[in-house]
């Protein structure tokens, strides 16, 4: 049940870094159920920070979920369709926050006429991609810090005549 208080807006880049403890966060507590300690770890050794992490978040559109005007949440929409990242606090998970985000970023993706919507999911997201609508294209096994994880291929088609993009699939260091 989405708290009626929360306000989705766009990113500002002074919570870049708070941004970052959210990624954290939602990877070493929110996705135990998921992925183990090492998993966890190898996807994420810290909280992302800094001028770096600040233009990853500049250069797409990136969303934010705010209680009483703090973050709780993030997702990011590229140009093309890319959703690259899509983290909610572990306090406010499976709250309908990711849900509020997504339906801000597909919204988005529609005003722009963008055809396809994709993302290397992880299990925590898979879910929410699925409620949502979203295809499953293939189970994928990737490697991070020597670690292997499992994501996911996923897609949503928005029914605009497809965009070239030549992108088949992306890699990324956020998704496992």
Do not use: C
């Not at 705010?66 to 406010?92: C, E, K, N, S, W």
């Not at 499953?136 to 993009?165: C, D, S, W």
């Amino acid at each position: 049940m989405l708290n009626s208080s929360i306000e989705i807006g766009d990113f500002r880049i002074s919570e870049a870094d708070q941004l970052g403890v959210i990624f954290f966060e939602a990877v070493r507590e929110g996705a135990r159920e998921f992925y183990n300690f090492e998993q966890r770890r190898a996807w994420a050794s810290g909280p992302p920070s800094g001028p770096d992490w600040a233009s990853r978040l500049t250069a797409r559109r990136t969303m934010v979920a705010r209680l009483a005007g703090q973050p709780v949440g993030f997702m990011t929409l590229d140009d093309d369709g890319y959703i690259d990242l899509a983290f909610v606090t572990p306090g406010h998970q499976r709250q309908g926050v990711g849900g509020a985000l997504y339906a801000r970023i597909e919204a988005i993706a529609r005003d722009g006429k963008i055809a396809r919507l994709y993302s290397h999911a992880s299990y925590l997201v898979r879910g929410l991609f699925e409620q949502q609508g979203w295809d499953v294209v293939r189970e994928q096994k990737i490697e991070r810090a020597g670690v292997t994880l499992t994501n996911f291929l996923m897609e949503k088609r928005l029914h605009y005549p497809a965009r070239r993009t030549g992108i088949a699939a992306r890699s990324d260091e956020s998704r496992p």
